[in-house]
């Protein structure tokens, strides 16, 4: 199992919109940079978890944890001349932007920034870089245990 961190504008879907969906799951879709869809379509897989991290909001930070519950498939708003994420470069023979689903598994404290710096086992973890501006990120499984078990005072078997 892997895990990530992906942000969502809380205005486009936060955590509590997510968790008031149908079946509780969304397409993940409108990624449109290369490193991310392709963690995405060569690495993510059902059953991994992430955080689900709102950003560009007043509170930017880690507010639930959602599982990835569809491998990855092409994103249909590509081709969608009203959507915002229309690509015309892109066709359903040569699909150029991909989408996993994920499921809400729980909601979270929001977990900001400062909070994740004030650990140093989590220096290294790449939404605390300068100019990591990455929708979906890996984090390491031991960034993930301090997390869940530190931060959050969660049982990560519970998950």
């Known amino acids: 199992m892997r895990y990530w961190l992906m942000k969502s504008e809380p205005d486009d879907c936060s955590i509590d919109d997510l968790a ?3 079946a509780q799951t969304v397409a993940w879709y409108g990624v449109r940079n290369y490193q991310a869809r392709n963690f995405m ?29 569809a491998d990855a498939a ?11 994420f229309f690509d015309d470069k892109a066709t359903r023979e040569k699909p150029r932007w991909f989408c996993v689903d994920v499921t809400f598994v729980r909601q979270t404290r929001l977990v900001g920034l400062p909070e994740l710096r004030a650990h140093p086992a989590l220096a290294n973890m790449r939404v605390l870089a300068r100019g990591n501006r990455l929708s979906i990120t890996p984090v390491d499984p031991d960034e ?9 005072e969660l049982d990560p078997h519970e998950l």
Do not use: K
């Open 20 to 22: 008031a969906m149908p």
């Open 41 to 69: 379509v060569h690495q993510m897989r059902p059953g991994d978890l992430a955080f689900f991290y709102h950003s560009s909001c007043s509170q930017p930070g880690i507010a639930g944890i959602v599982r990835v519950s």
């Open 74 to 84: 092409p994103d249909a708003t590509q081709f969608d001349p009203q959507s915002r």
């Open 144 to 152: 993930w245990r301090v997390i869940v078990e530190q931060i959050l």
